[in-house]
């Protein structure tokens, strides 16, 4: 554990002065940015809504979140940390080092991990600051008390679990692929198909990039078959991926 606690603090280390530390913020910053803008300059049309505002800011900030934003951003993310290595080819230099591999991988895989925990947990709080600034702004939007923040937070924390999977495929891939283009570039294309495949009860529950999406479908069952996709799904992922880059020849 020790080793591992090392190797963990090492890769944080690496993330100073980098563009993947500073999307934790930026990604669901414009999201926020956004839905602010479109309440400000519709405030007319969203006076009108004799329902809670607090609804419709909900599901934008999680439906933009979930169904655009999350697929791309775990995309890049992992996509930028392993190019740390193989931008420089450190590959080498690190697996030489007297650290199990498992150690490695790992410690790799919890920092896109955390980066969605707190990027998801940034979007809540500004979406419900948001809402309050708005209220103030214009009293004639609909955002009551008492502020549903344990509603925002319950679905922060699904969208989280939800999008396990799909980190840890970025993940694996990211290491596999030592082309930044080829490994952001299959998350484009899965995050496109998604769109298509996000409606359909056959495939959409099937694919992982639609997961988050999912979550915002209000049938019985639907939220407690998508966590335990994702989850049991990312921990085969893992450990077969823990199982390849411990007999991976470095080159």
């Given at each position: 554990m020790t080793i591992f606690l090392r190797t963990f603090a090492a890769e944080l280390l690496k993330l100073r002065r980098t563009l993947a530390f500073w999307l934790v913020f930026l990604a669901p910053g414009l999201i926020l940015l956004l839905e602010f803008l479109m309440f400000h300059e519709r405030v007319d049309f969203f006076a009108k809504k004799q329902q809670p505002l607090w609804d419709i800011l909900h599901r934008n900030s999680f439906s933009l979140w979930g169904v655009l934003m999350l697929p791309l951003y775990v995309t890049l993310q992992t996509a930028l940390l392993a190019g740390l290595e193989h931008t420089e080819d450190r590959w080498r230099s690190l697996l030489a080092m007297p650290v199990p591999r498992w150690a490695i991988y790992w410690s790799k895989l919890i920092?896109?991990?955390?980066?969605?925990?707190?990027?998801?947990?940034?979007?809540?709080?500004?979406?419900?600051?948001?809402?309050?600034?708005?209220?103030?702004?214009?009293?004639?939007?609909?955002?009551?008390?008492?502020?549903?923040?344990?509603?925002?937070?319950?679905?922060?924390?699904?969208?989280?679990?939800?999008?396990?999977?799909?980190?840890?495929?970025?993940?694996?891939?990211?290491?596999?692929?030592?082309?930044?283009?080829?490994?952001s570039g299959v998350g484009i294309c899965a995050t496109v198909i998604s769109f298509m495949l996000v409606n359909s009860e056959k495939y959409g529950r099937l694919w992982p990039w639609c997961l988050p999406a999912r979550l915002l479908v209000t049938k019985p069952g639907i939220t407690e078959d998508v966590l335990v996709y994702s989850v049991v799904g990312s921990v085969l992922v893992t450990l077969a991926g823990t199982w390849e880059f411990s007999r991976r020849e470095i080159r």
């Open positions: 920092i896109p991990c955390l980066m969605v925990v707190v990027s998801s947990l940034i979007l809540t709080a500004g979406a419900l600051l948001n809402g309050i600034v708005l209220r103030w702004l214009e009293p004639r939007l609909l955002f009551p008390d008492p502020v549903p923040w344990q509603l925002f937070l319950h679905d922060a924390w699904l969208t989280i679990a939800a999008s396990l999977l799909v980190v840890t495929i970025h993940h694996f891939l990211s290491l596999r692929l030592r082309s930044f283009a080829a490994a």
